[in-house]
């Protein structure tokens, strides 16, 4: 579905991701974990044509590295952002619409109740306006508004970031459950063990290169991981909460 390689980006000529390469295939789960500033959210904006970047970016077999936003979209591809960026004055069915503009009136567009079926508070708060929302209802209303543009690839920017554990583990039982669905989805997260224990797969990155791969059940168990994240004066139990 996605095979990213050899991909770096720079910021004004100071490199953020350096030779990145994964892949992703339908109906699986890659997380890439991190701590701040690795360049998690770089590589994701690369991906998505947010940013330029060197390197390849191949998607359902064509390279996409050129193209811009659009047409990744058009493709399949959906980024659900850090900072969410809804439209905080619309109403939660007017943010959801929006997601889904671009399928309007065919046939085979998701509907407002396939997002309420998934997330059901959204469909108690249809009518509130987004910037209302507590944040883990937020974070629902920016992944069903990414999953209106039915895409074949999700990306998640640290969809845990500032929200309660117990709303961590609702939000990642639903990315779990999309996975069924043949999406393929891409997890950046600093949330390490949350982020594993659902991925079939991780990516450990570091300074913007990917320091260490392997089966996510494996890094969970990998000292590794935790001697890194001591190693940027993060407590083992910071890493693994
Ligand atoms: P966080 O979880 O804190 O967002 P991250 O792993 O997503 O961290 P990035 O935000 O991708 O990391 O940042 C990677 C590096 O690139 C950092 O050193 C950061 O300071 C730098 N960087 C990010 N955005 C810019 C920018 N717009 N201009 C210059 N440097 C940037």
């Known amino acids: 579905m996605l095979e990213v390689a050899n991909l770096s980006v720079a910021y004004g ?25 690795a360049g998690k959210s770089t590589l994701l904006n690369a991906i998505m044509g947010v940013l330029p970047g060197r390197g390849t970016v191949r998607f359902q077999g064509t390279d996409l590295g050129a193209r811009p936003i659009e047409d990744r979209v058009r493709a399949g591809m959906s980024l659900v952002p850090e900072k969410r960026e809804l439209f905080g004055t619309m109403t939660v069915q007017d943010n ?17 109740d396939t997002i309420y079926a998934l997330f059901p508070r959204l469909a108690e708060r249809s ?17 069903g508004r990414a999953l209106m543009a039915r895409p074949s690839l999700l990306m998640l920017d640290e969809p845990s970031l500032g929200l309660a554990p117990r709303i961590v583990q609702d939000i990642f039982a639903t990315i779990a459950r999309l996975r069924e669905t043949g999406t393929a989805i891409l997890l950046v997260e600093q949330n390490a063990r949350a982020a594993l224990r659902i991925a079939d797969e991780g990516h450990v990155l570091e300074m ?6 392997g089966d996510s059940a494996a ?5 590794r991981i935790v001697e890194m994240y001591l190693g940027q004066g993060r407590s083992k139990e910071a890493l693994l909460s």
Do not use: C, K, W, Y
């Not at 889904?100 to 998701?110: H, K, S, T, V, Y």
């Not at 890094?219 to 000292?223: C, I, P, Q, V």
């Open 96 to 112: 959801l619409r929006l997601g889904g503009f671009r399928l309007r009136g065919q046939p085979d567009a998701p509907s407002l």
């Open 13 to 37: 000529g100071i490199g953020a991701v350096h030779d990145v390469s994964f892949r992703v295939a339908p109906g699986r789960i890659v997380t890439i974990i991190g701590p701040n500033g």
């Open 219 to 223: 890094l969970e168990a990998d000292g």
């Open 127 to 143: 009518r509130q306006r987004a910037g209302t929302l507590s944040g883990g209802e937020r974070q629902m209303l920016a992944m």
């Open 208 to 213: 913007g290169a990917i320091t260490l791969s």
